[in-house]
């Protein structure tokens, strides 16, 4: 398996990510994993959470601070802009990102861009991990906003077995 160089982090694929215990795929991807200084101030913000312990212990080497201003907090928060100046600054190779107005943005940089469920979609073709509906499913139970008609399109696209409509969140 070839990794895929330089990769920045936003905050949401991270919680989803230890959501489901999977942070190792990062590490199994690509060459070397990198955060900005605003994200970190978000992943450790709430020290009570079950998942900190995982985010910090797989993290804490990984915070980088930008050296640019920041201009592009007036239009995307503030971690999220910090990520798409470290990705310039840092030359990665790919943002992994949610948020779709952010992703839109980044986007039109030129940022080579993932979400949460390409990333899962890319551990599965990699052998990584070899189901994604139970992922999805806890994914779901846990609060994380996916659209049920996206989740079972890559299942289908997988030979998985569909998540029901009616799924108990």
Request: glycine share 4%; proline share 1%.
């Amino acid at each position: 398996m070839d990794k895929r160089g330089l990769v920045i982090v936003d905050s949401s694929v991270i919680f989803s990510l230890a959501i489901v215990n999977k942070l190792n795929i990062l590490e199994l991807l690509f060459d070397e994993i990198r955060i900005p200084l605003a994200v970190w101030e978000e992943i450790t913000k709430v020290k009570s959470n079950e998942i900190f312990k995982s985010i910090n212990l797989f993290f804490s080497d990984k915070m980088v601070e930008i050296s640019s201003f920041n201009e592009l907090t007036f239009v995307m928060d503030y971690g999220e802009s910090e990520s798409v100046i470290l990705y310039k600054e840092l030359d990665a190779n790919f943002l992994l990102i949610d948020d779709k107005k952010a992703r839109i943005i980044a986007e039109n940089f030129g940022l080579k861009c993932i979400g949460t469920l390409g990333i899962l979609l890319l551990a599965k073709k990699e052998g990584i991990i070899t189901q994604l509906k139970p992922i999805f499913e806890k994914l779901l139970k846990n609060k994380r906003y996916y659209s049920i008609i996206l989740l079972n399109q890559i299942l289908l696209s997988q030979g998985e077995s569909h998540i029901s409509k009616t799924f108990e969140k």
